[in-house]
């Protein structure tokens, strides 16, 4: 990425695109962009929309937006109930409220409710109201293996099959509304049908990525107490298998990489029970749990800036309302797209974007279980081909890896992308990270801001509706109001830089922290009293575009995924040998932010390199591959104020080598100590 250019003021997605609209209508910050004048710098390179695209979308322009923003914002209730009863079935509606909330830590507990009293189920409402509306024999599910050639297909209706098999036999063995079901699963059919066949019986699935570590998996087991850990054996990623009921089991297995066989698979009797043995006997249908709005669909760990994962919790009815619609609006989704979003069941964007958003749809979505780049960085685009893929919703991370793996700087006019088409791709989407679109401006980009606590996108663009900015997540989705604040809190206005807030609630949003209602309302209530706080940076541009700058707390996002420096940092000092160590975020070329970390080793122990690879190591075992540090420093001691904080600020700036810029160190108890770690950043 990062292939901005800056001589292209108004670039147009093709040479009929519509002229700027003049009108100016404001509601709170956002007024409609008035085009014009020279690009001063990136925030005037604006992408028109193409007439021919615009004619043909959800919301063609940004009158329409503006519309349809300012009735969710003046009556959220009407807003939402009129697409929660025209779009999703009901057994029984809600009650007097669509919603209730309380955002203001000092009126009391907060508390969020959407539709309560509304009896559903979100299982029913992906797959047997589909059925009902004809969509029987519409493909539900494409999965291309990580080896080219193996494949699979799934209509609704056989995969209503699927799940309902598997939910009859999790009710077998027990499973009840509530509880909880912990899937470590790889990007499977059966990952999904998990996901739905708990949603159908009312049991509480955490998804837990395949990358974590066994410790990572223990830890959050130990948390939800699940009745049942659904995993395979094994998996292939690329050229390497992943023996993933080894990690479930925490041991290892004498096994050769050619097969992954059920003979070499380490087996408790009474315990393990092979799914192909058991779930096939079940009935391929099963009867709805009918539940409460707020009763709890799912539980997603995610990382905060202390060292526990935090438990997500999401609920059913204002979710399962918010992913469907910011689905729909955001991608422009039409009956006939084939979806494809490359991220992971075991992240938010997977639970949103892969499963709920798509499915309640109707839409055909496409599941990749291997890696970008294999057997070569034209994968994707063989893949995009191949299924005529027409919505693609990716990381930067994966762009920047391809472009990598590709070798050249030219990536994208090499054969790994010109020998495929890609001419059947019409919407693109990009999450988890800040990025400068590049590419040949056909495709309108969404680039969609969220989070694992807001259930689905918040600031993201809607295609065809308006001028986009390349970088910019543009405006907030219908219903969200975000807000810009100082570090007193105090409301920004017009063109401004701070922290990034939420001003009352959104379907979508997450409930507690499971088991912690109190570190919920700690983490994002108390900073900023009366509103819901982000944990990022923003700046609002003359136009009202959002760019957001990063995370402003001790959280890194490599390669869009959220690590916590304090988790990296006490898996670190959990090692014997290790007696102090701070963690801070570097860019990186491929990941955006790489890992780096200062070490100080016990008294008497020398650098080493084995030391480094052990260090390296222990992350590896205790969080997953995905958090070992890209940098060991070595720190005979750190930087640290009076009263004993470690100065991260300066570890910033000499992680960057930006050595000019370390500022006032007079404040710290031994200035000698940042002239040390100076000497020893290149051993
Ligand atoms: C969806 C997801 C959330 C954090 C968030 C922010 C960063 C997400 C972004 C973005 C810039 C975007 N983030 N989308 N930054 N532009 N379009 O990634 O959820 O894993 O919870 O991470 O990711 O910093 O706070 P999650």
Request: proline share 6%; hydrophobic share 35%.
């Amino acid at each position: 990425l990062n292939n901005h250019n800056h001589n292209h003021h108004f670039r147009h997605a093709d040479s009929t695109a519509s002229p700027p609209s003049s009108a100016v209508a404001k509601i709170s910050h956002l007024k409609a962009v008035v085009l014009g004048g020279a690009p001063a710098s990136e925030e005037d390179d604006v992408v028109l929309p193409s007439h021919d695209y615009s004619r043909q979308a959800l919301v063609p322009s940004q009158q329409k937006y503006l519309e349809m923003y300012k009735a969710s914002i003046e009556n959220p209730a009407g807003f939402w109930s009129g697409i929660a009863s025209s779009e999703f079935y009901w057994k029984q509606r809600w009650g007097d409220q669509v919603y209730s909330e309380n955002l203001d830590v000092r009126r009391g507990n907060i508390k969020i409710e959407w539709f309560k009293g509304g009896i559903t189920n979100v299982c029913y409402n992906c797959l047997d109201r589909n059925i009902g509306a004809g969509l029987a024999d519409k493909i539900a599910l494409y999965w291309e293996s990580n080896e080219p050639g193996f494949d699979a297909t799934l209509t609704y209706s056989q995969l209503l099959q699927r799940v309902c098999q598997l939910a009859n036999y999790l009710r077998s063995v027990g499973v009840r509304k509530g509880d909880a079901v912990v899937v470590y699963l790889p990007m499977l059919m059966e990952l999904p049908i998990t996901m739905l066949a708990c949603a159908r019986i009312g049991a509480v699935h955490s998804v837990v990525f395949a990358g974590f570590s066994s410790e990572s998996l223990a830890q959050r087991i130990v948390d939800c107490k699940p009745k049942v850990v659904i995993t395979c054996n094994a998996v292939k990623r690329g050229p390497k298998t992943i023996f993933l009921k080894d990690i479930v089991d925490a041991a290892l297995i004498d096994s050769d990489n050619q097969g992954i066989s059920r003979e070499k698979t380490k087996w408790k009797e009474g315990r393990d029970i092979w799914w192909e043995d058991v779930v096939p006997k079940y009935p391929t249908s099963c009867d709805v749990e009918w539940v409460d709005a707020e009763d709890p669909l799912f539980l997603l760990y995610t990382s905060g800036s202390t060292g526990k994962p935090k438990g997500v919790l999401h609920t059913t009815g204002g979710y399962m309302v918010y992913t469907a619609t910011t689905f729909k609006y955001a991608f422009d989704y039409k009956d006939s797209d084939v979806y494809w979003c490359t991220a992971d069941c075991g992240w938010i964007t997977g639970h949103s974007y892969v499963t709920y958003g798509p499915m309640l749809n109707g839409a055909t979505v496409l599941l990749y279980e291997g890696a970008p780049s294999y057997p070569d960085p034209g994968r994707c685009w063989d893949i995009v081909d191949k299924y005529k893929v027409t919505i693609f919703y990716t990381t930067p991370t994966l762009v920047r890896s391809l472009i990598r793996d590709g070798d050249e700087a030219s990536y994208f006019s090499n054969l790994y992308v010109t020998r495929y088409s890609r001419k059947s791709l019409r919407v693109l989407g990009s999450a988890g990270e800040p990025i400068n679109p590049i590419g040949g401006s056909r495709c309108p980009i969404s680039d969609t801001w969220w989070q694992t606590e807001t259930g689905g996108f918040m600031i993201t663009p809607l295609p065809g509706a308006w001028p986009q900015k390349p970088g910019s997540a543009t405006f907030p989705f219908f219903g969200v109001q975000p807000v810009i604040v100082d570090e007193k809190g105090v409301e920004l206005d017009g063109e401004c830089s701070g922290y990034l807030c939420v001003k009352s609630s959104w379907p979508g949003a997450f409930r507690t922290l499971y088991g912690d209602h109190e570190r919920y309302e700690t983490t994002y209530f108390k900073p900023f009293p009366g509103y819901y706080f982000t944990g990022d940076g923003c700046r609002r541009d003359k136009d009202g575009y959002h760019w957001l700058t990063g995370r402003v707390d001790d959280v890194i996002n490599v390669s869009g995924r959220r690590i916590g420096t304090a988790e990296v940092e006490s898996a670190l000092v959990s090692h014997p040998q290790c007696a102090e160590a701070a963690v801070v975020g570097v860019e990186h070329q491929v990941k955006g932010q790489g890992i780096y970390a200062f070490v100080t080793p016990v008294e008497g122990i020398s650098y080493s390199e084995e030391l480094r690879k052990s260090l390296t190591l222990t992350v590896r075992t205790q969080i997953g591959a995905f958090a070992a540090p890209d940098k060991i420093h070595w720190a005979p001691a750190l930087p640290k104020t009076r009263s004993g904080k470690i100065m991260r600020r300066i570890l910033r700036k000499i992680a960057a080598r930006q050595l000019d810029e370390l500022g006032d160190t007079s404040t710290l108890t031994d200035p000698g100590v940042v002239d040390q770690l100076i000497k020893l950043a290149d051993t």
